[in-house]
């Protein structure tokens, strides 16, 4: 009897061990429960100075800051892509009529992935009229392929992902001196819910 009544207990703390292990909460399920908020340029500039702080002297850091003079008014969750567009740049007829330059764009969309991209590009209709837009990710497209494309034609709205935009730039393919608008695809999340900034490659 003495040893039945010993092993009873032990099955209960393995079964309550396990219990434990399935209830832990993964990141997805934190990040579920938080409400998407608009991003404000204190999230960016904090970001900038978290990644940079450990390198970078304090002269350095202070460059890296960015007055909020720089920011256009965020998306505050209530505009569809088009027409936040329409609101950040209501001149965007005369902008576009004026670019003539090649390997550069007016408006540079940064977002995580190549579906995201194109997810982005078909919300714009509306917005980019007649105007050419360039795919700027990795997925299926090769770096020199978009070099050649940036170099012959002239492009007014590129779309792509931050590590494709990083590569095109150091290899002199896009220059940035005619962007006057960079969006950033700051809210939306992946599968595993996380947004852009969450990704340690980013």
Known sequence: ??????????????????????KKKKISDVLQKSAPKPGVPADLQNLLSQHFGENRSVIEIEELKLPDS???????????FSSYLKEICPKWAKLRRNHKEKK????LVLCSS??????LIKSM???KGDCK???????????????????????HIGVGTPGRVKALVEQ?????????????DWNWRDQKLRRMMDIPEV
Do not use: W
């Open 172 to 184: 002199d393919g896009l220059c940035l001196n005619s962007t006057k608008y960079m969006i950033l």
């Open 104 to 107: 550069s764009v007016v408006m």
């Open 125 to 127: 209709t509306t917005f």
């Open 1 to 22: 009897p003495t040893e039945c009544f010993l092993s009873q207990p032990e099955e209960k703390q393995e079964s309550t061990v396990k219990a434990k292990k399935r």
């Open 70 to 80: 720089c920011f256009l008014p965020a998306n505050d969750l209530s505009h569809s």
């Open 133 to 155: 837009v360039l795919k700027l990710f990795a997925k299926h497209i090769k770096i020199k392929e978009q070099i050649n494309m940036l170099e012959k034609g002239v492009f």
């Open 114 to 119: 190549a579906l995201r991209s194109l997810e």
